[in-house]
């Protein structure tokens, strides 16, 4: 990880993350979360893509793992190296279940900053940066960038919503997300120093009543 990558996200910690209730709500959801989000056409296409784009046998991170369905399984069943990482200790339960021959750090993204975890070669964060504040989330991309070895990969997604840390309802609990509108994302991610080689979007309508319908954002990215 280079030093400017490492600087930004240390200063910004300083300041103080506030993850109150995060985990919490994941440890309440459980494996509930797979019944209420059944469909998952746009990730199940972005994580294949990083699976085949990889060489066999690569390092690929999954940040904000979940229950290891479908991302961190199809990423193992591929032949990778996988590491899972979430801030839920019932959510990695059911990873490490799910998904035995991988391997799952309970930990929060903004703890990875000092490299623990060392270098890799594709990276997945499915709905992840959405649970930080918006200040956030540059520091989160620029702090991948450095995890990432020269030409790795990035699948990302997001929910498209001009949001900063806004509370939602979630499965009978309340979780804080934020977004970006489509453009906005695009220049997150390039000023963080990666290249957009593919995009798509789905319109999402989770089972569960209480959780909006979204538009869902996926973005291949290579290290620039």
Same mark, same amino acid.
């Given at each position: 990880m280079s030093g400017d990558d490492n600087q930004g996200y240390d200063g910004y910690a300083r300041a103080g993350l506030d993850r109150t209730g995060q985990a919490e709500a994941f440890d309440a959801i459980g494996d509930r979360y797979d019944d209420a989000f059944p469909h998952k056409d746009g990730q199940l296409t972005a994580g294949d893509w990083l699976a085949s784009a990889l060489p066999p046998g690569s390092r690929v991170l999954d940040l904000g793992c979940g229950t290891g369905l479908p991302t961190a399984r199809r990423l193992s069943e591929a032949g990778h190296e996988v590491v899972g990482v979430d801030i839920s200790p019932g959510i990695l339960k059911l990873a490490r279940d799910n998904v035995p021959g991988a391997e799952f750090h309970l930990a929060d993204i903004a703890e990875l900053r000092d490299g623990r975890l060392g270098s890799f070669d594709g990276i997945a964060a499915f709905f992840t940066l959405l649970m930080l504040p918006r200040p956030e989330i540059p520091h989160a991309l620029r702090m991948l960038h450095g995890m990432l070895r020269p030409e790795g990969l990035l699948a990302l997604g997001m929910v498209e919503a001009d949001v900063n840390d806004f509370s939602i309802p979630f499965l009978g609990n309340t979780i804080r997300? #934020?977004? @970006?509108? &489509? $453009?906005?994302? &695009? &220049?997150? /991610?390039? +000023?963080?120093?990666? $290249?957009? /080689?593919?995009? $798509? #979007?789905?319109? @999402?309508? =989770?089972? #569960?009543? +209480?959780?909006? =319908?979204?538009?869902?954002l996926f973005l291949n990215l290579r290290r620039a």
């Open positions: 997300v #934020s977004g @970006y509108l &489509r $453009d906005e994302l &695009r &220049r997150v /991610v390039r +000023d963080a120093g990666f $290249d957009v /080689v593919g995009e $798509d #979007s789905h319109a @999402y309508a =989770p089972a #569960s009543t +209480d959780v909006p =319908p979204e538009i869902q």
